[in-house]
Nanobody, 122 residues
Framework: HLVESGGGTVQAGGSLRLSCVAS???????????MAWFRQTPGKVREEVAH???????SYTGSVQGRFTISRDNVKKTLYLEMNSLKPEDTDRYYC???????????????WGQGTQVTVSS
């Protein structure tokens, strides 16, 4: 399974770094998966923030472009999300996900973590 960490409360303009570790037993061939970060507030639509392909190619949703950076360490089976210049509207629960191919459709990702809460105060 996937386990996220690094969430917390930060003032607007601050930074956080999220991590997501994949368990050894589940993710043989971790490097073959597309990995992504999503965010969701209860009652709202799940939004994909960024994804990173197995070749390292990255894509971001427009609202975080230039502020967030997604990266992965295939040896450590760990996914990261560096978040800078945080805004109150970035407040959400952030989830990492894994799937066979990168997509902007959350249904393409079959493996999910439990999430980590990010709160940005104004």
């Amino acid at each position: 399974h996937l386990v996220e960490s690094g969430g917390g409360t930060v003032q607007a303009g601050g930074s956080l770094r999220l991590s997501c570790v994949a368990s050894e037993s589940t993710y043989h061939g971790y490097q073959e998966y597309c990995m992504a970060w999503f965010r969701q507030t209860p009652g709202k639509v799940r939004e994909e923030v960024a994804h990173i392909n197995r070749d390292g190619t990255t894509s971001y949703t427009g609202s975080v472009q230039g502020r967030f950076t997604i990266s992965r360490d295939n040896v450590k089976k760990t996914l990261y999300l560096e978040m800078n210049s945080l805004k109150p509207e970035d407040t959400d629960r952030y989830y990492c996900a894994a799937g066979p191919r990168c997509s902007w459709r959350w249904a393409e990702f079959g493996y999910w973590g439990q999430g980590t809460q990010v709160t940005v105060s104004s």
